[in-house]
């Protein structure tokens, strides 16, 4: 016996509201189009597709401390601009997580956070 194929429909008005939804959703995830490292500034430079610019400190980022010139400035971006990836150093970070201040796991928070108040000057 044979199965008759499903019918799927959908109204103009159900493809305009998607759309609107992606397009909301675009404006609000940050994706980067262009990324670089800069050896002078010893940081990584990502381009958004909104306009924006960032400039992120290597040290910041995990699996990036003892990487060569090289390694450091093969960047892929991944997962359509929502992802970075060092496939030299198989080292990804989420661009969402780095743009709000997270750069690399529990562990690894926790020791920048002792960096830094280790490092603070008494008033």
Known sequence: MALKPAKVITTDEQIANAIRRAQE???EDPIVIGASYSYHADCFILRMKNGAI???PRGLLQGLGT???RQLSQIEIVEFG???YWPA???AH????VL???YGSEKWMRQLKYE???TKIPA
Do not use: C, P
Request: proline share 0%; no cysteine.
């Open 67 to 69: 990487a060569s010139r």
């Open 89 to 91: 150093l198989d080292v």
């Open 54 to 56: 960032h400039k992120i």
């Open 82 to 84: 929502a992802g970075l």
């Open 116 to 118: 830094v108040e280790r």
């Open 100 to 102: 709000s201040g997270v």
């Open 94 to 97: 989420l661009v969402s997580g």
């Open 25 to 27: 959703y675009e404006i």
